[in-house]
């Protein structure tokens, strides 16, 4: 028998937010790989295995998800969201392309998913409707000079940015950081949209400024987006017209 390997994601939370493929993926496996939490949301079929991890060991699940499925195993490891987007499918790419040669040959697939930027943006009308970027502020797999380098970069060309990880009880103080380093270069009056749960039954929108934007409302379960020069407010909406002329 020969294994395979998917990597999913379960979309924001609302199940309705999870892809039919997905559900079929995760349905078809003998083994879900994933962290405990992502697991713990999903129903259970019988006879399937479930090896649930910490969050922070994400190359080491990779490399078990792999080898069960080189032992003839059909293998789902989960994240939430998208499983592309600061997620598992890289992780498993770089346990390939670093681990036993005979993975390179392995059944291996993506399902998409709906990421948490698209659900924060779905909650609030359309800030993403012209150019954006989205950028990790965890600073586990890269410096925070990097990550410094990149929002200023991206504050300079005029994207909207939308904030992945931006903040946890070990990084407290880098989200406050990142609005000092972004007031120097976009306005004040620039709207920020804290979004909590987006795509969640309790989903939760805090609209502000960046002038007034207070770090201290954004916790690991938040999306931070910040406009554009053009990002305005219509009605209860926010949202980017999708041309650089305002
Ligand atoms: N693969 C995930 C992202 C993992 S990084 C995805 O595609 O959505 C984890 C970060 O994603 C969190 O710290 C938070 O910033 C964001 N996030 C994940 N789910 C969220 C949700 N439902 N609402 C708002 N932000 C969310």
């Not at 792999?66 to 598992?88: E, I, T, Y």
């Not at 943006?121 to 965890?138: H, M, N, R, Y």
């Not at 609209?207 to 379960?221: C, G, N």
């Amino acid at each position: 028998m020969n294994g395979s390997l998917v990597i999913v994601g379960t979309g924001p939370g609302k199940p309705e937010l999870m892809t039919p493929a997905t559900r079929a993926a995760l349905a078809e496996a003998t083994d879900l790989v994933g962290y405990g939490p992502y697991l713990d949301r999903l129903p259970s079929m019988p006879g399937q295995c479930r090896h649930a991890s910490d969050n922070r060991v994400e190359l080491d699940r990779a490399r078990h998800a792999l080898a069960l499925a080189a032992a003839g195993r059909k293998v789902a490891v989960v994240s939430g969201g998208d499983p592309g987007v600061f997620a598992m499918a890289a992780a498993v790419f770089e346990a390939v392309e670093s681990g036993d040669p005979a993975w390179g040959s392995l059944d291996i697939r993506v399902e998409p998913g709906v990421t948490a930027m698209l659900a924060a943006a779905a909650e609030v009308g359309a800030p993403l409707g012209g150019d954006f970027c989205a950028i990790s502020l965890s600073d586990n797999l890269k410096s925070w000079a990097t990550i410094e380098r990149r929002l200023r970069a991206a504050a300079e060309a005029d994207f909207v940015i939308a904030l992945y990880n931006p903040a946890s009880k070990a990084r407290p103080h880098q989200l406050g950081e990142a609005f000092t380093l972004l007031r120097t270069v976009k306005d004040g009056t620039t709207p920020v949209l804290f979004v909590r749960a987006a795509g969640s039954a309790d989903s939760k929108v805090v609209a502000t400024t960046l002038a007034a934007a207070d770090a201290s409302v954004a916790d690991m379960r938040t999306l931070v987006i910040i406009g554009a020069s053009t990002t305005r407010r219509v009605g209860r909406w926010v949202y980017t017209p999708r041309g650089a002329k305002p």
